[in-house]
C-alpha cells in the first residue's frame, strides 16, 4: 500500500484533470516509452513525448494512438509482431506516478493517412477471466473430426457431439 501525496489526491478529484500518461509498451525486441506530454524520467526509463495520445481509458480497456511517420510500427503490425504483447498506462500528476492500466495489446489499426496507429488493449484481468490462453485460428480446412473426439485447450476439454437437427 502506497500513500499519496495532498496534491496528487487533490490534482485527481477535480472534475477536469490534465494528466500526463505514460505508456510502455513491449514491442517483442524493444520497449517503447511514450508520454501523452511532456518528457518525465520513471522507473529508469526515459517516456519521451512521441505525440502520443489517449483516447480512452478504463479499468478493462484503453485505446491510445501513437505516430508511425517511419512506419516501423506499421511493420511490426502487418508482421503480427504486436498483437499479445504487454501495456502498460501510468497517470502521472505533479512527480508522482501510480499505475492505471495493465494489458495486452489487441489488434492494432492502422489510421487512413498511415501517419498514425491506433492500438486497443484489453487489460490482462479481462483475458485471464474470459479468454482461453491457447486460442484457435480459423480452419484451413474443412474436415470435421467424428463424433466423440475429445479437444483439450488448455484446462478445457471439449467432447464432439453428432449434429442434433
Known amino acids: 500500500m502506497r500513500t499519496l501525496s495532498s496534491t496528487f489526491l487533490a490534482s ?6 490534465d494528466p500526463v500518461f505514460l505508456i510502455k509498451i513491449d514491442f517483442g525486441s524493444q520497449f517503447v516509452y511514450a508520454s501523452s506530454r511532456e518528457a518525465i524520467v520513471y522507473d529508469g526509463n526515459n517516456y519521451n513525448f512521441l505525440g502520443a495520445q489517449i483516447i480512452s481509458i478504463d479499468s478493462t480497456r484503453v485505446e491510445f494512438s501513437l505516430p508511425n511517420f517511419d512506419r516501423a510500427i506499421s511493420a511490426l503490425a502487418l508482421a503480427g509482431q504486436i ?3 504487454s501495456v502498460t498506462v501510468y497517470l502521472h500528476y505533479d ?24 492500438f486497443s488493449c484489453v487489460s490482462e484481468y479481462a483475458t485471464n477471466s474470459k ?25 478445457v476439454t471439449i467432447t464432439l457431439e453428432r449434429d442434433q437437427s
Open 12 to 17: 485527481v478529484s477535480k472534475t477536469i484533470t
Open 95 to 118: 512527480g508522482e506516478t501510480i499505475t492505471r492500466f495493465t494489458g495486452l495489446l489487441d489488434t492494432p489499426n492502422i489510421v487512413a493517412d498511415y501517419n498514425t496507429m491506433r
Open 131 to 155: 479468454w482461453p490462453f491457447d486460442r484457435l485460428r480459423p480452419p484451413i480446412a474443412n474436415h470435421l473430426p467424428p463424433p466423440g473426439t475429445i479437444i483439450i485447450i488448455g484446462n
Open 83 to 85: 498483437q499479445g504483447n
